[in-house]
């Protein structure tokens, strides 16, 4: 079993973005997929109970419980740990234990970029993360390449200590597919299979 935990300590940056469509990937791949909602909001547990009236469900668990690994069944192969924002330090510490990888979603604003410093901070503290076993990857998102904030974004998540593993572009699709209980992974158009590429990186460094 791999488990992925999407996180960062700022609100709206696309964790659940990121967890839905990793999970629904996972999904469409053939794996038993668990997305643990770690939210009270709720928003990856919604989508995932509107997914079940699709193929390749993900099945949802409350990651608000501290008990949220036991509800996981033994024969799930992939887990995706969609955190809550403002969540860091302690209240990560029992996902960060068990994770094989974290991912951390940043927009493209020095205000984003700065406020993620610190969350990254509390990372690095964690001790597996020091050991080095449990990789760090950063993801872009909602960038629109166009735009001088996006380059110079870009070129400064390249300096961090942290791998750049995706660039994921902004599109409405995300937006729409969200409520549907759907993902990229779910459709073969020309347009979705470009998004699907800037999947491809995170994908590649998730199976290393
Ligand atoms: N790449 C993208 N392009 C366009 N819209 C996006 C993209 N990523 C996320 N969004 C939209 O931005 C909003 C915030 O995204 P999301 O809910 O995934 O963030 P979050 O980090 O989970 O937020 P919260 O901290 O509230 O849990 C949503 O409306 C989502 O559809
Ligand atoms: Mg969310």
């Known amino acids: 079993m791999k488990t992925v935990l999407v996180a960062s300590s700022k609100g709206g940056v696309g964790k659940t973005t990121l967890s839905t469509n990793l999970a629904a990937h996972f999904a469409v791949a053939g794996r038993r997929t668990v997305l643990v909602d770690a939210d009270r909001q ?12 699709h193929a390749h469900a993900v099945l949802p668990v409350d990651g608000t419980r501290r008990d949220w690994d036991r509800r996981v069944p033994g024969d799930a192969q992939q887990v995706v740990i969609d955190a809550a924002a403002g969540a860091h330090g302690a209240e990560l510490a029992h996902f960060l234990d068990v994770a094989d990888a974290v ?22 503290r964690h001790a597996r993360v020091k050991k080095g076993r449990l990789p760090v ?8 390449p166009w735009t001088s904030a996006s380059q110079q974004s870009i070129a400064t998540l390249e300096q961090w200590p942290y791998p750049l593993v995706a660039q994921l572009r902004d599109t409405q699709a995300y937006v729409l597919l969200a409520g549907l209980g759907r ?22 460094w998730l199976r290393r």
């Open 42 to 53: 709720g928003s990856a547990r919604h989508w995932a109970e509107k997914r079940a009236a």
């Open 103 to 124: 991912v951390v979603p940043v927009l493209p604003s020095v205000i984003d970029l700065e406020a993620t410093v610190p969350f990254l901070n509390t990372l690095a």
């Open 137 to 144: 990857g950063l993801v872009g998102n909602r960038l629109r």
């Open 183 to 204: 993902s990229l992974f779910d459709y073969h158009s020309a347009q979705v299979r470009e998004h699907q590429d800037d999947w491809a990186p995170l994908l590649k």
